[in-house]
């Protein structure tokens, strides 16, 4: 272990932002690293007022991210900034992340990785070239009872998948709030900032990876039908596909931004000849496990039946609840490990967080979705 | 009302039906119904073992329904059977349901109605010159809470209705249990006797149904994903669908029967613009509305703030749970007015159960999913 | 098996009465009972327009028990009833069952069994001297979970049971509807018809019944705290218990008319020295097990893997829910049985319902918190 | 605002304590509090190595407690810690929080606050005399739907309150793990270390604060029954109470060790006049409002529909979960909040955490139950 803190610099999550926050206190809070720069904002004056509440030293806030790569480079190692964390939206992950993973700094990036799948390849390229760690926050994965359905899933537990439902249903953009001015939704529905899609892009992509994290399927043909229930918005808000996977498995993924009352359950069940297994973010300690011919079974967070994957991003006793940022604070705590490692010259390990290789994939996801929706072959009518 | 109890026939349900007896305990139990007649096996032995298991006269109990038909309705009014309930596999319920029908007899049908769409079509000719009753058990929509839904959306709670999901998961049929004489599965895997689709046509068609009887959505195109996951089985054991509803509402609609751990849990969730609302089979006393703006609500079975038309279908306090057989008795309570009513020589009323329309619809929709599932240029191929 | 069906008479039930629909339609679920006379009100009128309704012959539509215990025990068997379900309020019920099983009648009765213990003492010695069947309805106990949760106490295990928590919480005499003429609540609040307590006598009664009936533990000692929260009420309407069972047991038991927005959820958690379970009415078809060292476990109705008791009072297949009538219906299946066998002249089995001696048992416990509750030594004062 | 951190010492919490990590968390999870100096063990090896793992500096790692606040408190302000969490067993919880505030120095203390009644006495002098800042860490407080529900009691939304049922159930000490050498259990099971009360002074007290917090009911008189169910045990492990309210009200609390699979479920329903409300700590981020006349109601986390008291605690936006970190981050929110102010030299506002008041209270409602567990005269026997 390194004999001191990590050190973390931030690009976007200035005030009012709520990933960033979120970020910040997933990244310390198992005490391991430290915020010591950042780059909050493109207004100037918004990113030193968020430095000032953060109560960072004035000179290592920056007000481009160019700048804040650069200076920080050239730091002595121990107080330059070991990685960055992205929290902007998508249409700037690419050029930030290529900014500092040039200048030798690891980055974490939000999701989807980047504005389309040629930048995701492009960004690949660069991470492997580069040599530095990349971490893309698919924080669903961070959730212990997660890789406990992982470690079922391979562990034969389930025995071969046969079908996989996943779905993330949101409700805050039933209404057209992009007009009034709501941040996350002026640029999430705009095609130049968010890219091809909305709702898949968005959220569809966490059902994607998280299917794909759980079963290790992946997609080989889908069928999208994409919907714009808000008139005048430019993006989908809504998508439901059918899914075949590589090997025969079969799948339904949807997402939604429109379904009333509906806040983040993003959920999974996924299906095997020996038993299955359902999982619901909002009830996030909690996995049930259903067999044919026994009892169904609840396995509960920090159990010691549970495997040692499950047990090792366990903070707590069994029935404190952990949740969202302890989660997050996972993805955290493996993506520390491995830039220890390499800030200590460690050969590099097993880690357990999404990769590049994951946002490509996510990228193409996404890419195949918006085309199979543009398709309209796929209908058969009703008889009259 | 009549001054006697309505007299029933029934055809099929014989000993170790499972279908046959809940029919019967649905049909008596508000004491408006009695079992007077049946032709309940083709093996002559077992009718009759039946029939005296069930302390009828032996000179009702018929080994054919052709002489029972025949028989019956040469009785006088008052002692002959006023309706028949048809339990038998789909592929005979079309020529009973005639032979009763033009005999002068009420029918009460199990669904899916018929072996195909031709036969539906048929049946609806039959029923409309015949002018007798006939009434298709779609079960579920007998729930006072599927009532209760159904009067949110006529009643504009929840607003104009976007999206539905609808699903029916079992795990029955993972194994091939039809090679070791299981009776049900025997003949819903076979062709000849299911028609062209084993899970959609059995339980996909009570998905269809609960999301029309709900929502009032007809379907307009789909695209559906079958599969068959037991090796050797002839008719699909799983059915994915991407939903288009007239007027521009989307779903997603799915059965299975190789889900492992799935019991009955039909299920359904409703979202509109202003409100959506979900229930489950396996909890039936219960009815989730959520909104964007108000905290979600728990409706409950029995409640005086519920409408009319779920207060009337609910024989017992709120907190005492009511269920599958005394949904089912809802369908026969509703059937047993507009018999009573024909047989009283009454105006034909409203009533309130599915009827040849909805059968004709369900086979359309389950040849439609047939066609669509044999269509190959639904699918996107991912990016390699 | 008899080779008719069983003969059965209502004393109470008229119309308006809740529970004798209910009785009816659990005596003739399974069509091995059917209702032939009654004596359905005092008032000759209204148990006329009852027995009309319920299609009964008018010579047998009595308008007092006395003329139908006497008139249906001169006619010969096969034609006369074989036993009587008593379905009037509390301080009936004593007169009612006494003069019947004097008759030579076989009795199911409604609870608490008697207006007090000495009615209670004086039923038991009746009940043994005539040789008659007494059944009393504590119907919860009919659940197929709740007897799956007595085999796994019985078979050990949970073994040693420590502790028992029962609960009947409800909210409908949070108000004095008793004012405004509601018929339950009128002679439930009256202590000239309901005897020494209301809420602990009505339901208390049955989380007790129901913590004997899954643990076969007998109350030792108790400390109870009654409470007529209604101002001007007779009766108390919320009853708190500790109890100390025979054994060195520990348990809680509580009951309350006054809990607003509480239906009917009687529930129970029984706590071993290897396991603990728990059950609740209005979701009856599950039964939790619970486990130091593996994963919960949800029991399901209908299943294999459960015990024969539980198979034995499964009328469908897993997910297809039962409830409250059929559970009820299950005190009649073996009711049936056991009169069966009487009335055949069969050697008495062994039957599962509640017999006398649980009347005589819970007319004690009723009693016993009567008392309790009046003793004002068991407080002790927090510090000033 | 301070233009800096606050500083925190820490007295326990030393490898391997659980409580210790989590208090740490909590307290930097806004990014308003740094440790920087700790005792974290009596063992100076062990506590030389926890700090290091922290990160700290070697010279403000102390190896008692009594050096750690007098070397801190001539540290110039800005420099030297402005809190001390006190995390240690509760036996020297007394003198450590006397030392510190005595040094001037702000005190977090966990629960129960002292060993008995007269400590805590004493320790509300100090608290009063010193001028300090006390918060003692009753955790679950700190939720927000917590913080809701004492709103729906303040603002009259229930009526009048009639009725508390707080549980606490655990079955960690279900066997005699303090024999094993289990930390945790060795001292919570000795009298000489834990008190007169297991299993009340540890998690029943919980029970009692979250009823008072939510419905400001004080307990005017009780009746406890407390069982040690493992042989040999010198303290009790299960302990249940009937409880009069001061102004009428009643309750049932309850608290156990011995509940097998029950991990951590504190939970609560208070019956009102016009509504109840029920929250169970596993599932925090919701909480249930049900009415006697309308649909019950879920009121979820982060919604804009609850008050501002519930707003004020959340973090991220409703559907993600927050859980048993961030609500004990919640009651640091208050103390950094509180302790700022005073470093400030600003005056007293109000705080919304537990005081040393409460800590009074707590110890008194333990010794109270102790008291009581130990008349036998509040039993009444069953007749024989």
């Known amino acids: 272990m390194l004999k001191r803190k990590l050190r973390m610099g931030m690009v976007g999550g200035g005030q ?7 970020h910040r206190a997933a990244a310390t809070m198992d005490g391991k690293i430290e915020l010591v720069a950042g780059a909050f904002s493109s207004s100037s004056k918004k990113s030193k007022a968020s430095g000032k509440e953060l109560f960072l030293d004035p000179k290592r806030v920056y007000t481009s991210y160019e700048a804040m790569a650069k200076t920080e480079a050239a730091l002595p190692e121990g107080e330059r900034i070991d990685f960055v964390s992205i929290v902007t ?18 980055v974490v990036c939000d999701k989807p990785m980047t504005f389309n799948l040629k930048e995701a390849r492009e960004l690949r390229k ?27 899933v391979r ?6 998948i046969l079908k996989v439902v996943a779905e993330y249903p949101q409700g805050w953009l039933i209404d057209r709030i992009e007009k009034t001015g709501q941040k996350q939704a002026s640029w999430r529905t705009d095609p130049s900032k968010a890219g091809a899609s909305c709702c898949i892009g968005d959220i569809g992509t966490h059902a994607e990876n998280l299917g794909r994290y759980i079963t290790g ?3 080989d043909t889908l069928c999208a039908e994409f919907t714009t229930f808000a008139k005048g918005r430019r993006l989908e808000d809504d998508g439901n596909l059918l899914v075949r996977y590589k090997g025969g498995a079969k799948g339904i993924l949807y997402a939604s931004q429109i379904s009333a ?3 983040n359950d993003v959920n999974i069940r996924v299906y095997g000849t020996k038993a299955s297994l359902e999982w619901h973010q909002e009830t996030p300690n909690e996995l049930v496990v259903k067999y044919s011919d026994r009892p169904r079974q609840i396995l509960k967070r920090g159990n010691p039946y549970l495997s040692a994957e ?5 903070r707590i006793p069994p ?5 969202f940022i302890e989660a997050f604070a996972n993805v955290y705590t493996e993506a520390a490990r491995a830039i220890a490692d390499a800030v200590e010259g460690k050969r590099r390990g097993k880690y357990d967080f999404p990769t590049v290789d994951d946002g490509v994939q996510g990228m193409a996801f996404i890419e195949t979705a918006v085309k199979s929706s543009r398709s309209a072959t796929k209908w058969t009518r009703m008889p009259r």
Do not use: C, D, W
């Not at 029935?319 to 949740?323: D, K, L, N, Q, S």
């Open 16 to 22: 009012g932002a709520f990933i960033g926050a979120v």
């Open 89 to 106: 939206p998508n249409h700037t992950h690419f050029p930030i992340a290529r900014t500092f993973l040039k200048a030798g700094i690891h």
């Open 126 to 152: 660069i991470v492997r070239q580069t040599g530095r760690q990349f971490i893309l926050t698919h924080n669903y994965t961070g959730y212990p009872m997660v890789k406990e359905a992982r470690q079922l």
């Open 155 to 160: 562990t034969g537990k389930l025995g071969t």
């Open 217 to 219: 399927l992946e997609i």
């Open 261 to 263: 009352g509906e806040e």
């Open 310 to 314: 499950a047990q090792r991003f366990s």
């Open 319 to 323: 029935g404190h609840p952990e949740a």
